[in-house]
């Protein structure tokens, strides 16, 4: 929360430097411009003027040279009208207000309308004239209160002291009238600080100087400004009314030859008005940015939001699946343990089956043994002994036997390791088969085993295999109380062996739950049925990567089928 606030507070100031920045350059290149061009126009506006008064001058100068005004001047006494009409006639050409000569006395004597007789020796551009040297003034007529420029030339005598002075006034609107209405303002301040000629009336005769703000009424010939600059611009925030400028750049330029400054005011509101545009461009520009990022940052918060959502997820996944995994190998380790103490107990308890069998079986040839024995005592009394060697062959065949038998007992009994090796299934068939002869005789079935040439040699424990092929057997008996076949056959199978034991039974009555643990359709107590024969022999085979079936035979009785890994050729011998 507090990095998107100041991400947003970094963002705002930028933008906000950007935006101030492009208005700040803009404006700052737009008075530039307007500057330029200002000043270029103001000096024209002063060549202007100068190029006008200049005229005026060079005819003050070129008519005091006029041989009448020399003559009159020189002579007073003679009749002045003649003059007064060269000047009359001059000031009209000229579009003068007005023609004077000064006499040597320093009054009026000749003139284009009235006034002669005036006295002017005080007027500072007539005792310049006096002197010989050109006078030059502006001034205001008192009465009128016209605004006039005013030339002195001196008016010399041929033998050279100044005869007098010609004197001539111009009104400054016969200057200010051909420049009127341009855009620029311009206006000529003199030494007072007084605007004493310009292109718009407000500011005639005008006092541009400073005024504080609030200082009550403004007087009507001062002008309130109040100057700044932008950066090296003079800008002047106006009060004067509609026609003039709001806020103007204010230019100057010195004319010393008639003592006077030029002054222009342009308005800066294109100015302003193309800053403002860029400034709101740039503003544009920063929005769409802004938003972009904004969107972008959202986007990747909200990616963010879910791999960590994902990541916990997986977390919390990975430690069940580590828990899960975890009980599933102690139950499968408790499972192996369990199973092992099955085969174990299974065994004994086939053991115990087998015993009454075997005791019997195991009884027989020792009872025959006896009378054999006996027999060949006889024999041998009677001087018969071939037919005792005889007895004694027998003997020695069925004690044979019998040492067979317990060998298998032996083995069986015994608890074998995990581990597998090559097995040959035709030997571990026929142990199992002389294990439950007597079973199945006592059954009444006959056995179809047709054991294969050679050996066939498969993985698994030599043991637990004879178990289960037992186990099949003593099923097959049990199927088949009231006698019938049980037929073995043993098969290779594309790398895998396939061994079969099928009875002639009623058949299995349930095959899908033949291989539950305590699943038994046997009478309890009665002959073997615990129920776990099939589920331990499952187990069995299933430890050494083969499968155990069970199925009922379409010609009747009950087929299980157990498969094999086949041993690979070469390590038979091991
Ligand atoms: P038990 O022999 O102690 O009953 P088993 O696990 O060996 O236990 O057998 C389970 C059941 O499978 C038997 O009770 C029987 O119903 C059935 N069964 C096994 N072999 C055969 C067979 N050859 N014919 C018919 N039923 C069989």
Same mark, same amino acid.
């Given at each position: 929360?507090?990095?998107?606030?100041?991400?947003?507070?970094?963002?705002?100031?930028?933008?906000?430097?950007?935006?101030?920045?492009?208005?700040?350059?803009?404006?700052?290149?737009?008075?530039?411009?307007?500057?330029?061009?200002?000043?270029?126009?103001?000096?024209?506006?002063?060549?202007?003027?100068?190029?006008?008064?200049?005229?005026?001058?060079?005819?003050?100068?070129?008519?005091?040279?006029?041989?009448?005004?020399?003559?009159?001047?020189?002579?007073?006494?003679?009749?002045?009208?003649?003059?007064?009409?060269?000047?009359?006639?001059?000031?009209?050409?000229?579009?003068?207000?007005?023609?004077?000569?000064?006499?040597?006395?320093?009054?009026?004597?000749?003139?284009?309308?009235?006034?002669?007789?005036?006295?002017?020796?005080?007027?500072?551009?007539?005792?310049?004239?006096?002197?010989?040297?050109?006078?030059?003034?502006?001034?205001?007529?008192?009465?009128?209160?016209?605004?006039?420029?005013? @030339?002195?030339?001196?008016?010399?005598?041929?033998?050279?002291?100044?005869?007098?002075?010609?004197?001539?006034?111009?009104?400054?609107?016969?200057?200010?009238?051909?420049?009127?209405?341009?855009?620029?303002?311009?206006?000529?301040?003199?030494?007072?600080?007084?605007?004493?000629?310009?292109?718009?009336?407000?500011?005639?005769?005008?006092?541009?100087?400073?005024?504080?703000?609030?200082?009550?009424?403004?007087?009507?010939?001062?002008?309130?400004?109040?100057?700044?600059?932008?950066?090296?611009?003079?800008?002047?925030?106006?009060?004067?009314?509609? @026609?003039?400028?709001?806020?103007?750049?204010?230019?100057?330029?010195?004319?010393?030859?008639?003592?006077?400054?030029?002054?222009?005011?342009?308005?800066?509101?294109?100015?302003?008005?193309?800053?403002?545009?860029?400034?709101?461009?740039?503003?544009?520009?920063?929005?769409?940015?802004?938003?972009?990022?904004?969107?972008?940052? #959202?986007?990747?918060?909200?990616?963010?939001?879910?791999?960590?959502?994902?990541?916990?997820?997986?977390?919390?996944?990975?430690?069940?699946?580590?828990?899960?995994?975890?009980?599933?190998?102690?139950?499968? #380790?408790?499972?192996?343990?369990?199973?092992? #103490?099955?085969?174990?107990?299974?065994?004994?308890?086939?053991?115990?089956?087998?015993?009454?069998?075997?005791?019997?079986?195991?009884?027989?040839?020792?009872?025959?043994?006896?009378?054999?024995?006996?027999?060949?005592?006889?024999?041998?009394?009677?001087?018969?002994?071939?037919?005792?060697?005889?007895?004694?062959?027998?003997?020695?065949?069925?004690?044979?036997?019998?040492?067979?038998?317990?060998?298998?007992?032996?083995?069986?009994?015994?608890?074998?390791?995990?581990?597998?090796?090559?097995?040959?299934?035709?030997?571990?068939?026929?142990?199992?088969?002389?294990?439950?002869?007597?079973?199945?005789?006592?059954?009444?079935?006959?056995?179809?085993?047709?054991?294969?040439?050679?050996?066939?040699?498969?993985?698994?424990?030599?043991?637990?295999?004879?178990?289960?092929?037992?186990?099949?057997?003593?099923?097959?008996?049990?199927?088949?109380?009231?006698?019938?076949?049980?037929?073995?056959?043993?098969?290779?199978?594309?790398?895998?062996?396939?061994?079969?034991?099928?009875?002639?039974?009623?058949?299995?009555?349930?095959?899908?739950?033949?291989?539950?643990?305590?699943?038994?359709?046997?009478?309890?107590?009665?002959?073997?049925?615990?129920?776990?024969?099939?589920?331990?022999?499952?187990?069995?085979?299933?430890?050494?990567?083969?499968?155990?079936?069970?199925?009922?035979?379409?010609?009747?009785?009950?087929?299980?089928?157990?498969?094999?890994?086949?041993?690979?050729?070469?390590?038979?011998?091991?």
């Amino acid at each position: 929360m507090i990095r998107r606030a100041l991400a947003l507070a970094v963002f705002l100031s930028l933008a906000g430097a950007v935006i101030a920045g492009t208005w700040w350059r803009a404006l700052d290149d737009a008075l530039t411009r307007l500057e330029e061009r200002g000043r270029a126009d103001l000096a024209l506006a002063g060549d202007r003027l100068l190029g006008q008064l200049q005229r005026y001058r060079e005819m003050t100068v070129l008519m005091a040279d006029h041989p009448e005004i020399l003559r009159f001047a020189l002579d007073p006494s003679v009749p002045a009208e003649p003059v007064d009409a060269l000047l009359r006639r001059t000031a009209d050409m000229t579009r003068s207000d007005e023609f004077l000569l000064v006499g040597a006395s320093g009054r009026i004597i000749a003139s284009s309308g009235p006034g002669r007789g005036a006295n002017r020796s005080t007027a500072p551009y007539v005792r310049r004239a006096m002197q010989g040297a050109l006078g030059f003034h502006h001034e205001i007529e008192k009465e009128t209160g016209r605004r006039l420029f005013v @030339y002195a030339a001196p008016v010399f005598s041929p033998d050279g002291p100044v005869a007098g002075a010609l004197v001539v006034r111009i009104e400054t609107e016969a200057v200010e009238v051909i420049w009127r209405g341009e855009p620029m303002i311009v206006f000529f301040t003199d030494s007072d600080g007084i605007a004493f000629v310009s292109n718009r009336d407000e500011l005639v005769l005008v006092r541009l100087d400073l005024m504080p703000e609030g200082e009550g009424e403004v007087p009507a010939d001062l002008l309130r400004r109040k100057v700044r600059h932008i950066d090296r611009h003079e800008v002047w925030d106006l009060d004067g009314g509609p @026609y003039l400028p709001a806020r103007a750049l204010h230019l100057t330029r010195p004319l010393p030859v008639i003592e006077m400054t030029g002054e222009a005011l342009v308005d800066i509101a294109p100015a302003e008005r193309q800053a403002l545009l860029q400034a709101l461009v740039a503003a544009a520009a920063c929005l769409v940015i802004g938003a972009g990022g904004y969107a972008l940052l #959202e986007r990747r918060r909200a990616l963010a939001v879910q791999l960590a959502a994902e990541a916990e997820a997986n977390a919390r996944l990975e430690t069940r699946v580590e828990e899960r995994t975890r009980e599933l190998s102690e139950a499968n #380790e408790q499972l192996h343990r369990a199973q092992a #103490e099955l085969v174990q107990a299974g065994k004994l308890s086939a053991l115990g089956q087998m015993s009454a069998g075997i005791s019997h079986e195991l009884n027989q040839p020792l009872m025959a043994i006896r009378s054999y024995a006996e027999n060949a005592g006889l024999f041998l009394d009677r001087a018969q002994p071939e037919k005792a060697a005889e007895n004694l062959g027998r003997i020695n065949d069925l004690a044979r036997r019998m040492g067979r038998i317990i060998k298998n007992l032996r083995a069986f009994a015994r608890q074998e390791h995990d581990g597998m090796s090559d097995v040959d299934l035709v030997q571990v068939v026929a142990d199992a088969l002389e294990l439950s002869e007597a079973r199945l005789r006592a059954s009444g079935v006959g056995v179809d085993w047709q054991p294969p040439a050679a050996a066939v040699w498969v993985r698994g424990g030599e043991v637990r295999l004879q178990q289960v092929v037992m186990n099949l057997l003593a099923n097959a008996a049990d199927a088949m109380e009231a006698g019938g076949t049980v037929s073995i056959n043993i098969a290779p199978v594309a790398g895998r062996v396939r061994l079969a034991v099928a009875d002639t039974g009623p058949g299995i009555a349930e095959p899908d739950r033949i291989f539950d643990p305590f699943y038994s359709t046997k009478e309890v107590g009665a002959s073997e049925g615990m129920g776990l024969g099939l589920s331990i022999s499952y187990g069995i085979v299933q430890s050494f990567g083969g499968t155990i079936a069970g199925r009922n035979r379409d010609t009747g009785g009950a087929e299980f089928v157990v498969e094999l890994d086949a041993a690979e050729p070469g390590t038979k011998a091991a």
